[in-house]
């Protein structure tokens, strides 16, 4: 049963917002990518960082002689084969200051910091994302 009471509620205590005390952090990177700006990619176990410069569409997966479309970038040799990396698993396009990430229909999926992507729709890339295509995990950085 609610009960009321007939006492008077005291109000909100109003608080002086004083620089310093407060500060937003930002949890995500810029999503802005500069004209001249590069991408470098960490991929997770390989020590050598890999750098791209982004065209209109670059497409990520691995190669394969039998196959007569070809990845931009291929990663079988960072394990993509044992780790479930599609022919033509993803692209990333560039658009005037911005870049997206496409799955392309891949078999183990593409996912956008921990979130699967739908098939064929482009997801905004920020600087610091994670993407991880099948089980392979890499760092984007934007220069």
């Known amino acids: 049963m609610l009960q009321t009471s007939s006492k008077v509620a005291a ?22 990518f500069g004209e001249d700006a590069i991408v470098t990619l960490r991929i997770r176990d390989v020590a050598e960082a890999i750098m791209l410069h982004p065209t209109r569409q ?7 002689s039998d196959s007569p479309k070809q990845p931009d970038l291929d990663l079988t040799s960072m394990g993509g084969f044992e780790k479930g990396v599609s022919r033509l698993h993803a692209a990333i396009s560039r658009s005037e200051d911005t870049l997206m990430l496409m799955d392309l229909g891949s078999v183990n999926g593409t996912y956008l910091n921990g979130q699967r992507l739908i098939p064929n729709q482009a997801r905004v890339l920020r600087d610091g994302d994670e993407i991880r295509l099948g089980k392979l995990v890499a760092h984007i950085y934007f220069r």
């Open 11 to 32: 109000s909100t205590k109003h608080l002086n917002n004083t620089s310093g005390e407060v500060v937003a952090k930002a949890t995500w990177g810029t999503a802005r």
């Open 58 to 64: 670059t497409v990520l997966g691995r190669s394969d």
